[in-house]
């Protein structure tokens, strides 16, 4: 079955630090990973994909996300954080055999001005 | 213009009540799913629906019941209300394909007292 955990249930960064959001994942097959933001009282918005090719992959509002096959992580990360950042961040995995979508249970990101 | 959307955006209702929540989406898409997200935000998937065939049923209760009546609806019927039953109830739609990302509606928040 496949898995996924965010370790961190709240993140504090200052306003204008970098940020890392953590994220492992477990799987059989070939990995197909994402990561949403949610704001409050909203749906969740896609932030990024990996499937294949370049470990380090360029989102929405400057977010990146590095993967790395040994450590079975998806790290997200942002250079600067801004104060909008503040969110509910969840990660999420999808095996290559069928169309589930499995989330983790998210992290809250406070960024403080 | 909205992608997916699903209404009532609240819902409050009496235990052993049957309510209904609505879901369309604009996108084209071929799958759609429903979601629950209980109050520690925890998101686990109830159903998905392919091309208004059911494809995974994720051992929800049977008082709980998916209609597709084409690819752009998918609804949901809840028989029996209980209290546990008071989460947010996220539609999502996305193309077929381990890498197409999901897309959110704003949420169904029920409330049964």
């Known amino acids: 079955a496949q898995s996924v955990a965010q370790p961190e249930d709240q993140v504090n960064v200052a306003e204008g630090n970098p940020l890392t959001v953590k994220c492992t994942y477990s799987?059989?097959?070939?990995?197909?990973l994402f990561w949403y933001v949610q704001y409050p009282n909203r749906g969740l918005q896609f932030l990024l994909k990996y499937i294949t090719g370049d470990n380090l992959v360029k989102g929405s509002y400057g977010f990146e996300a590095e993967f790395n096959k040994s450590q079975t992580s998806f790290h997200l990360k942002k250079p600067s954080a801004l104060v909008s950042d503040s969110a509910l961040y969840f990660c999420a995995v999808r095996d290559d055999a069928g169309n589930m979508l499995t989330f983790g249970g998210g992290t809250r990101l406070m960024v403080k001005p | 213009d909205t992608a997916v959307s699903q209404t009532p955006k609240y819902l409050v209702t009496q235990m052993g009540n049957d309510k209904s929540i609505k879901c369309e989406q604009n996108?084209?898409?071929?799958?759609m799913y429903w979601y629950k997200q209980d109050s520690k935000k925890f998101l686990k998937i109830m159903f998905s629906y392919n091309n208004k065939e059911l494809i995974i049923n994720e051992t929800v209760p049977n008082r709980f019941s998916p209609k597709s009546p084409d690819k752009a609806h998918l609804n949901l019927h809840i028989n029996s209300l209980e209290l546990g039953d008071s989460a947010v109830y996220f539609c999502a739609s996305s193309q077929q394909g381990q890498n197409s990302p999901l897309h959110f509606g704003n949420g169904t928040r029920l409330t049964v007292t």
């Open positions: 799987v059989s097959g070939n990995p197909y």
């Open positions: 996108l084209g898409h071929d799958t």
